[in-house]
T-cell receptor, first 114, second 115 residues
């Protein structure tokens, strides 16, 4: 069966510090991968998605970047965090071979930038 | 791009009553409409979805309806129970060739079922 791992679960970082959140998927190959952000009490905003190694599409201009160094690994990064980067970050995957199949979400990372 | 509006943002119902959440979307090419439930502190999970070739789908106490002409879809929960308390998200997507599909989510509805 497929599983998705996301870490860390919580993170408190000072403004201006770097960020690296990691997500890995097991039990499948060639997944579509996604990073979403959920601000407190708000909806899920798509930040990045990837359909293959090294292929990253950005949905909104921001202080963050994403990378996919391996087929089942998706990394969210920042060189210098801003207060506005605080939020709940969710990684998700979907089978590429099937159109419109459901997203499977990771357990999320609660990021607080102070 | 796609824009999904969801109402209401909060919904309080008495146990046993029905709850209805409504969403509208902007892109007429969208053809897949899932609903996710997120319990407090947990990840969102798919509870039901509907494709554009049907107008209604039901799964036990949950039903979804889709009106393609008006570009709106709704989630109906009947005989609500305390465990239905959660945040519910609607979403819309279309297949984008060579890029998979991207789900655009609504802002969420916080449902509270009072015993």
């Amino acid at each position: 069966s497929q599983t998705i791992h996301q870490w860390p679960a919580t993170l408190v970082q000072p403004v201006g510090s770097p960020l690296s959140l990691e997500c890995t998927v097991e039990g499948t190959s060639n997944p579509n991968l996604y990073w979403y952000r959920q601000a407190a009490g708000r909806g899920l905003q798509l930040l990045f998605y990837s359909v293959g190694i090294g292929q990253i599409s950005s949905e909104v201009p921001q202080n963050l970047s994403a990378s996919r160094p391996q087929d089942r690994q998706f990394i969210l990064s920042s060189k210098k965090l801003l207060l506005s980067d605080s939020g709940f970050y969710l990684c998700a995957w979907r089978q590429r071979a099937k159109a419109n199949e459901k997203l499977f979400f990771g357990s999320g990372t609660q990021l607080s930038v102070l | 791009g796609e824009n999904v509006e969801q109402h209401p943002s909060t919904l309080s119902v008495q146990e046993g009553d029905s709850a209805v959440i409504k969403c509208t979307y902007s892109d007429s090419a969208s053809n897949y409409f899932p609903w996710y439930k997120q319990e407090l502190g947990k990840r969102p999970q798919l509870i039901i979805d509907i494709r554009s070739n049907v107008g209604e789908k039901k799964d036990q106490r949950i039903a979804v309806t889709l009106n393609k002409t008006a570009k709106h879809f709704s989630l109906h929960i009947t005989e609500t129970q305390p465990e239905d308390s959660a945040v519910y998200f609607c979403a819309a997507s279309k297949v984008i060739k060579a890029a998979g599909n991207k789900l655009t989510f609504g802002g969420g509805t916080r449902v509270l079922v009072k015993p």
